[in-house]
């Protein structure tokens, strides 16, 4: 078996080359004919006019967590720190709590989640027994202008709904 | 020595004790049997048919190994085709109708049915009739909180009450599959061991409602230590944990064998004292009631002593060997008197002959073997005469109400070197903060005369300093406890020989 040998063609050698000027007015040429024709009509634009138009996210974008609820509106986590457990960036902090409806007996009277901590990998979502937790809000940009407000507290976390149905949802393999 | 005798497991040839049931002899020797319902303390019952274990060319070839004695050439079978089978089938007919709520159970983690599910099981279920509906959350005095459906009808609990406390508050009721553990109508638990269920629960039925919900168990740092709640001086683990962006704290005591001390169990009262070790710790130093840093309190109080033509050292009865040596030490060189009265912590007719002892301290057999007086009258005589009292983390106010405290401290300086924050700490002109035992490494001598050591187990955000440091700073020659061990060994007959490195974890009894 022998070794495959393949030669790389060196550009830039020759004598026109070598002299530069021309070169960089064909480069020249290039760039102004895409002005041109973006200036003459820009709805060929290979980019996004972000912030005024937001991308499309597919259900599976892991963007801003939020909590679920049930049906009538009561939260599904169990406060079993399963996502504090998993969580490599140690971003949640939960403290567990005596449970008034008789669904089960315990619930998250904090759940906090340190936004400029976690680095959405989605292992929450991953290790949650109740499907409480889901990155699904579509909320992929995640600014503030302190520290205190990237804590996301237990009633923001409700307060989001999903971006998604839940059939979008579900065949995103969740 | 006990006997020994040969037998063989799986093949393997192991020398046991003999005189034990499998389950122990063979445990010993690190093999494990899985086991439900039998207990070391409790005694075999046999119930729960885990422990079944294939005898070769035995009569009869398949028996409890919880009730049978280990005896010479007997080939016990584990790991059989017939005995896997057996294991899976009882975990199996466990979990019928046990409901799978570990992720809100706090015994997860730490349960045995979880444990044997993963190792012995690991099946679905194969369930297709609804679960047994039974009561939960209920609250069975004492601080504890059981739940029927998680039961699986061990029977510890019960036995532990007869048996041990010998109250016998539970039972079991109805049967098959409608069985459970209950309490009389109006009869809750009322002993001062309750707790001990819960740690006797190998499943989550029985929760303490102290622990319940604080913590995942697999966050707990476990760690040894020694209970100080009383003379008995029972072996305890120190679960703990340092939260993100929080300080180290103390989630509950458990119990820790200690065959020479305590056995398996330790006393409510005791299992609570925990708490003592995270509330109203004293944190900040004062110097003439204004907040200081702890080194130049520490200077005050090296001058004050230096002054003083009259101190009293007080030396609190749960301070460690090395403490008090220390302590003795300082008030040899700087001529002090040291005192050691305690006598409120002496709860007169309190203890029992299980655990609970009346003297509410860890060491005041030590205070006696380093020949500090303990007396009132001597306390008394010396305050009379003194200008300065340097009180060593001992508890006055429970010996002295605030009209003899007042007249007793009227004519001197009041020095608190203590762990929690009082009246004494309120009323004192210089205060220093100490570590408590759960954050020193030391030694104590029981009721029983049990030398037993101990490790620092919780390290603080702002660990404080421990006495013999502090009294090192003042201005006594004992630097740490090695400097401490060897002024003992040299001036105590009783610890000449002693070794504190090689004191043995169950703790050494001392010949007076």
């Known amino acids: ?174 | 020595m006990a006997e020994m005798v040969k037998l063989s497991v799986n093949g393997q040839e192991v020398e046991v004790e003999a005189g034990k049931n499998l389950i122990d002899a063979v445990g010993a020797v690190g093999i494990e049997i899985p086991h439900l319902c039998y207990h070391p303390a409790l005694g075999a019952d046999g119930n729960c048919r885990m422990c079944l274990v294939g005898i070769e060319d035995g009569r009869p070839p398949l028996v409890p190994a919880c009730k049978t004695q280990a005896a010479e050439g007997m080939k016990v079978q584990l790991d059989a085709e017939h005995i896997k089978k057996i294991q899976h089938d009882v975990m199996e007919l466990e979990l019928i109708n046990h409901p799978t709520d570990c992720p809100i159970c706090d015994q997860a983690g730490e349960c045995a049915l979880q444990d044997y599910y993963q190792k012995y099981d690991g099946q679905e279920s194969r369930m297709t009739v609804p679960q047994v509906q039974k009561s939960k959350k209920l609250d069975f005095g004492c601080g504890v909180v059981h739940d029927q459906e998680r039961c699986i009808l061990c029977a510890r609990c019960v036995r532990f009450t007869r048996q041990i406390t010998k109250t016998g508050e539970l039972g079991i009721v109805n049967r098959t599959d409608d069985a459970r553990v209950t309490i009389f109508p109006g009869r809750p638990l009322n002993n001062r061991y309750a707790l001990n269920v819960v740690d006797l629960c190998p499943v989550g039925a029985m929760t303490s409602k102290d622990f319940r919900f604080k913590q995942r168990v697999w966050f707990l740092s476990r760690d040894k230590g020694v209970c100080h709640g009383c003379s008995k001086g029972c072996n305890i683990f120190i679960d703990h944990n340092k939260e993100k962006y929080k300080d180290d704290i103390i989630y509950r005591f458990r119990p820790r064998q200690n065959d020479q001390v305590n056995g398996y169990f330790i006393c409510d009262e005791g299992r609570m004292t925990y708490k003592k070790e995270n509330e109203d710790r004293l944190t900040v130093a004062k110097v003439n009631n204004a907040e200081s840093i702890i080194s130049s309190a520490v200077d005050t109080l090296k001058n004050a002593v230096s002054s003083s033509s009259n101190p009293v050292f007080l030396v609190s009865p749960n301070c460690s060997l090395e403490q008090m040596f220390a302590i003795k030490k300082l008030g040899e060189t700087k001529g002090a008197t040291l005192c050691g009265f305690s006598d409120g912590y002496i709860k007169q007719g309190d203890g029992d002959d299980l655990l609970i002892q009346d003297d509410k301290s860890a060491n005041r057999a030590g205070l006696e073997l380093l020949g500090v007086d303990t007396s009132k009258e001597a306390f008394q005589s010396a305050m009379k005469e003194a200008d300065l009292l340097v009180n060593f983390n001992s508890d006055l106010t429970n010996s002295f109400d605030a009209d003899t405290l007042d007249e007793l401290l009227a004519n001197c300086k009041f020095v608190m070197v203590a762990t929690t924050q009082d009246i004494l700490t309120d009323r004192a002109e210089i205060v220093i903060p100490v570590a408590a035992y759960s954050e020193y490494s030391g030694s104590v001598i029981n009721a029983d005369n049990i030398l037993q050591m101990f490790n620092k187990a919780v390290v603080k955000n702002e660990p404080f300093d421990d006495i013999v440091n502090i009294v090192s700073r003042i201005g006594g020659d004992i630097e740490d406890n090695s400097a401490a061990w060897a002024g003992m060994k040299a001036s105590v007959p009783t610890l000449k020989d002693v070794e504190p490195e090689q004191i043995p974890e169950q703790g050494l009894a001392l010949n007076s």
Request: aromatic share 8%; hydrophobic share 35%.
């Open chain 1, 1 to 174: 078996m022998s070794i495959k040998v393949k030669t790389i063609v060196r550009n830039g050698r020759s004598w026109q080359e070598r002299l530069y000027l021309i070169e960089v007015f064909k480069g020249m040429a290039i760039t102004f004919r895409h002005f041109l024709s973006n200036f003459l009509d820009n709805s060929k634009l290979a980019v996004r006019h972000y912030p005024e138009v937001k991308p499309e996210i597919t259900p599976r974008w892991r963007g801003r967590h939020r909590l679920t609820t049930h049906e009538d509106g009561t939260i599904k986590c169990v406060a079993c720190y399963m996502c504090q457990t998993n969580c490599p960036a140690q971003c949640i902090q939960i403290e567990a709590g005596e449970r008034g409806d008789d669904r089960t007996e315990k619930v998250p009277v904090k759940f906090d989640i340190d936004l400029l901590e976690c680095i959405y990998c989605g292992y929450c979502v991953e290790a949650c027994p109740m499907d409480a937790i889901r990155m699904d809000t579509g909320i992929f940009s995640v600014t503030s202008s302190t520290r205190e407000e990237m804590k996301m507290s237990i009633d923001q976390l409700l307060a989001t709904k999903g971006a998604f149905s839940e059939e979008e949802y579900k065949k995103g393999g969740a």
